[in-house]
């Protein structure tokens, strides 16, 4: 086969000089490599082979990117800038804390903004991820429970909305998970909740907004039942994006909550890379902390190991600290208000996006939606056999990253849309405008729906082997 990326003895690739006569001298034979397979292949076209490759990916910064929950909003370049300063990025995990009291400062004054919005007493910023972060949340709810010779607390209670994390974290945090369902509200059903209330369970978890994109305006009533039974209340807090600066997880009565500093708080994030999970507790909670735990002295700054009751470690040194530098660097650029504006935006964008689309889609849950909504491709299905799956490959075609799908379960043909604040009408108008194009041409013509997506690299994949048998190698 050839194409322009085939390599071959007549496409030499490297500026590197070739080895002197004597180089091998000395090197004994079993060890020498003369005939090495190596690819011959120009520099240029390498070059360009990876920058189309760059150019084929579809990120933040070429387009709007509605996932909901997952927060894909823009992050300030600023930020990206002062995370790569070599004095930060360059730090080693075990240089003389004397010699970082910079750093050890700038995670200290981080976690203080933290605490501010979060409305908790203390905060934690070792875990890499909110699933991380909700662990060690959990972790520390039961080391409470056991400290306090609490010992038959062995269930926490998620709603049917969470996100999969949640039960995932309270089984391996060994705790058997009691599922509530919502109510026609979509928010959690008070009755189911108090059914399931005992002194046998430890917490409950919750979103608030939740997954829906809605506020669960019974929160105080909710805090107030599972207080009652002794239990604690865990907030999941790695959407931070609708409640910034406008109402915090510690006043609604939560004694838990993690933030995804990669969604929320300016990290890039989506292929992968590294996040940050930082968990906030209340007071009751401050003994278990993960060691060690960062300590103003007067001294100076220094990490203390003298915790007694802590759950140990989470992960190893101190956290993703590039990460905590993005978001210190984004709440200090926003500043409270800013921040506070950021939600506003957030959640008016969402509800304009929403009613653009609630009259081509169904509408499962009236209520105001938050910073993100739900929408059902059901009717659509039941008229045309197009399912949200097929508008989602369709809008590909549009080069429109789609938003969520099939996520909250609770939502049959589910559609999940978080615009984020950083889209401007022009941008919203245009997702709205292909996603109205695509259910229109659901109607005429299913099939090429059904077909889609047709302009992109690849068609449909079978997405179970895309994971399990990845083929990182092929070729558009
Ligand atoms: C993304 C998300 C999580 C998990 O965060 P990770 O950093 O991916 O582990 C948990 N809960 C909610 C609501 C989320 O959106």
Known sequence: MTSLFASGPTRPGSYVPHAPEDALEGIPAAQRREDLDLPHMAEIEVARHFTALAHANYGIDTGIYPLGSCTMKYNPKVNEALSRLPGLARLHPYTPVERVQGALELMDRLARALREITGMDAISLQPAAGAQGELTGILMIRAYHEARGDAGRDQVIVPDSAHGTNPATAAMAGFQVVTVPSDARGGVDIDALERALSPRVAALMLTNPNTLGIFEDRIAEIAQRVHGVGGLLYYDGANLNAIMGITRPGDMGFDAVHLNLHKTFSTPHGGGGPGAGPVGVKAPLEPFLPTPVLEATADGYRFSWERPRSIGPVRSFFGNFGMLVR???????????????????????ARYLKHRLADVLDVPYERDAMHEFVLSARSLQRATGVRALDLAKRLLDHGVHPPTVYFPLVVEEALMIEPTETESLQRLDGLAEAIRSVVAEARRDPDAVRRAPERTPVGRLDEVRAVRAPDLGARP
């Open 327 to 349: 978001a210190y660097a984004y709440i200090r650029a926003l500043g409270p208000e800013g921040l506070r504006e950021a939600s506003e935006q957030a959640v008016l964008n």
